[in-house]
């Protein structure tokens, strides 16, 4: 994760915050910890993706976090890779939830035929609020670069609270 704009990306809000509050990651992470051992239910996007696509399915966990969603569908037997721009976020998903591929990087320069991964995934999840974190200039391409990681018959899922910063009106605008 890098706290400069790279190649000219403007950095997402996410960078933002954890440059300005450096122990948020860590918070976060143990904030879903702790609701793992309260015996929350933090798997229903993972059911709902699991529900969309055949056993075995290629799922990208675009902005993965820790990990809960990506592990939620490995253990439903899929082939998972989660992606997120935080690397305290993808040290805890590697540690908690060892399968998965696991890798830290910028939704708004996802490449992952660059880094050894085909495209062509048969879903991409992009739970929580992932979309609301993202550098408002980057939302477009970030929609583009999932298109292109998407197999052409493939299923996308995203979701977010509208109120965090981005209205569905801006989202239906932008795909």
Do not use: K
């Not at 999932?146 to 995203?158: D, I, Q, S």
Request: hydrophobic share 45%.
């Amino acid at each position: 994760m890098s706290d400069a704009v790279s190649d000219g990306v403007e950095p997402s809000r996410w960078v933002e915050i954890t440059r300005e509050n450096p122990g948020h990651s860590c918070w976060y992470v143990e904030r879903f910890r702790a609701m793992v051992a309260d015996g929350d239910d933090l798997a229903g996007e993972a059911r709902f993706v699991d529900a969309l696509v055949a056993r075995g399915a290629r799922i990208l966990d675009a902005g993965c976090g820790p990990g809960r969603v990506g592990s939620a569908l490995a253990q439903a037997g899929h082939e998972v890779v989660g992606v997120d721009v935080d690397p305290v976020l993808i040290a805890a998903a590697e540690q908690d939830h060892p399968g998965p591929r696991w890798l830290v990087g910028d939704l708004a320069e996802l490449d992952l035929p660059g880094r050894g991964i085909s495209a062509g995934f048969d879903a991409i999840i992009c739970a929580g609020n992932v979309m609301a974190f993202l550098a408002p200039s980057t939302r477009v391409t970030v929609l583009d670069r999932f298109r292109t990681h998407l197999h052409p018959e493939g299923r996308l899922a995203v979701g977010f609270g509208a109120e965090r910063g981005y209205t569905f009106d801006e989202f239906f605008a932008d795909v």
